[in-house]
T-cell receptor, first 112, second 115 residues
Framework: DAKTTQPPSMDCAEGRAANLPCNHS???????VYWYRQIHSQGPQYIIH???NNETNEMASLIITEDRKSSTLILPHATLRDTAVYYC?????????????FGTGTKLQVIP | NAGVTQTPKFQVLKTGQSMTLQCAQD?????MSWYRQDPGMGLRLIHY???????DQGEVPNGYNVSRSTTEDFPLRLLSAAPSQTSVYFC??????????????FGPGTRLTVT
């Protein structure tokens, strides 16, 4: 799996959009981008994933650049409950046994 | 669905003791994995399995054993606990699609302290 780089921390005002960047410059053509978050000491929670196109679900939007070397997770209206560590990982689309590894993520603090 | 369950929630061990951390899932997922998370750190992969009878090592396998005799269960064994194994342990499961691990579902974690 390709390596990812994320800022260690970010702040966002409550009610505003939170934009969390991720750099994955060594991503290959068959690798998906996945986002998870970990609230306090709970187990991580899946948020969204994508390959090339932008994706949206009830939790967030994922914007992937045309060259696929970076992506942004967007929480459209951040609430205090969105305070968490957000992990961006990339994963191959098929084949072989998968070692799914996480980095250190971005700690998002939503401020009232 | 109970999802992914882990027992115990908390455990204190003395150095040299052995124990098994239990993990079970009721979603019929082929893929299961164990991670450890040290304070202020990300998750590190210990072992993983793509089906009953098939396991492989992750990033930090030393000191841990696993086996997968059923689809549902994936226990993690510490043969001789060391203080360096003090951590929070998370189990996760996922289905496989064309060999790809899909979104993972995580358990609530086991907080282990080794004195």
């Amino acid at each position: 799996d390709a390596k990812t780089t994320q800022p260690p921390s970010m702040d966002c005002a409550e009610g505003r959009a939170a934009n969390l960047p991720c750099n994955h410059s060594t991503i290959s053509g068959n690798e998906y981008v996945y986002w998870y978050r970990q609230i306090h000491s709970q187990g991580p929670q899946y948020i969204i994933h994508g390959l090339k196109n932008n994706e949206t679900n009830e939790m967030a939007s994922l914007i992937i650049t045309e060259d696929r070397k970076s992506s942004t997770l967007i929480l459209p209206h951040a609430t205090l409950r969105d305070t968490a560590v957000y992990y961006c990982i990339v994963r191959a689309a098929s084949g072989g046994y998968q070692k799914v590894t996480f980095g250190t993520g971005t700690k998002l603090q939503v401020i009232p | 669905n109970a999802g992914v369950t882990q027992t115990p929630k908390f455990q204190v061990l003395k150095t040299g003791q052995s124990m098994t951390l239990q993990c079970a899932q009721d979603m019929n997922h082929e893929y299961m994995s164990w991670y450890r998370q040290d304070p202020g750190m990300g998750l590190r992969l210990i072992h993983y399995s793509v089906g009953a009878g098939i396991t492989d090592q992750g990033e930090v396998p030393n000191g841990y054993n696993v086996s997968r005799s059923t689809t549902e269960d994936f226990p993690l064994r510490l043969l001789s606990a060391a203080p360096s194994q003090t951590s929070v342990y998370f189990c996760a499961s996922s289905y496989l699609y064309l060999g790809r691990v899909h979104e993972q579902y995580f358990g609530p974690g086991t907080r282990l302290t080794v004195t």
